[in-house]
């Protein structure tokens, strides 16, 4: 399936720590988007990187897609206690659907 | 309406008992989607919708599981004989349209627990 596989399932760092969250899929995408969840319920669209792009920014995120290694990074900088939260990565593919993976759990400890 | 909206929020069911979820997308947005996540777990795919037409209903578990869209707009799944194992958060996005570069708006989600 296309499904976005994340790494690691969970991830615990310090307040003003950079917090670098790894997604892996299986085959060829149009786009892949990030989403951000609190607290078990609905989630947040961050940020989509297009298939043609290589390194996408938006404020304190940052994130690359390698379609070689078919392999999509999300970096938070300076991270703070309100980013706790899961975190998807959302391949695309062309039947337009986004196929969640399990997510990565972020604790930022004040 | 301003966001996408679910309800109930939460259910309480009892085992066999048939039970009817509704989405209301963002006004203006013609695909709709519903996922399922259990606890601590991703979100699993049930179906999604381009205006009333339900293009892939291959995330569906079983044939107890059902979902309509009317006049474009609200959508209800419906669950029949509800089993232990349906207990779960039901999420519904909305997007302006099916595409390549379109990003999903999550509602709040129902829970659902059978009992």
């Known amino acids: 399936s296309q499904q976005g596989e994340e790494d690691p399932q969970a991830l615990s760092i310090q307040e003003g720590e950079n917090a670098t969250m790894n997604c892996s899929y299986k085959?060829?995408?149009?786009?892949l988007q990030w989403y951000r969840q609190n607290s078990g319920r609905g989630l947040v669209h961050l940020i989509l990187?297009?298939?043609?792009?290589r390194e996408k920014h938006s404020g304190r995120l940052r994130v690359t897609l390698d379609t070689s290694k078919k392999s999509s990074s999300l970096l938070i900088t300076a991270s703070r206690a309100a980013d706790t939260a899961s975190y998807f990565c959302?391949?695309?593919?062309?039947?337009?659907?986004?196929?969640f993976g399990s997510g990565t759990r972020l604790l930022v400890r004040p | 309406g301003a966001g996408v909206s679910q309800s109930p929020s939460n259910k309480v069911t009892e085992k066999g008992k048939d039970v009817e979820l509704r989405c209301d997308p963002i006004?203006?947005?013609?695909?709709l989607y519903w996922y399922r996540q259990s606890l601590g777990q991703g979100l699993e795919f049930l179906i999604y919708?381009?205006?009333?037409?339900?293009?892939?209903k291959s995330g569906l578990p079983s044939d107890r599981f059902s979902a309509e869209r009317t006049g474009g707009s609200v959508s209800t799944l419906t669950i029949q004989r509800t089993q232990q194992e349906d207990s779960a958060v039901y999420l519904c996005?909305?997007?302006?349209?099916?595409?390549?570069?379109?990003?999903?708006?999550f509602g709040s989600g129902t829970q659902l627990s059978v009992l």
């Open positions: 996005a909305s997007s302006l349209q099916t595409g390549l570069n379109e990003k999903l708006f």
């Open positions: 085959t060829s995408i149009n786009n």
């Open positions: 990187i297009r298939s043609n792009e």
């Open positions: 959302a391949p695309m593919d062309s039947s337009y659907k986004l196929i």
């Open positions: 006004s203006g947005h013609t695909a």
């Open positions: 919708f381009q205006g009333n037409s339900a293009p892939d």
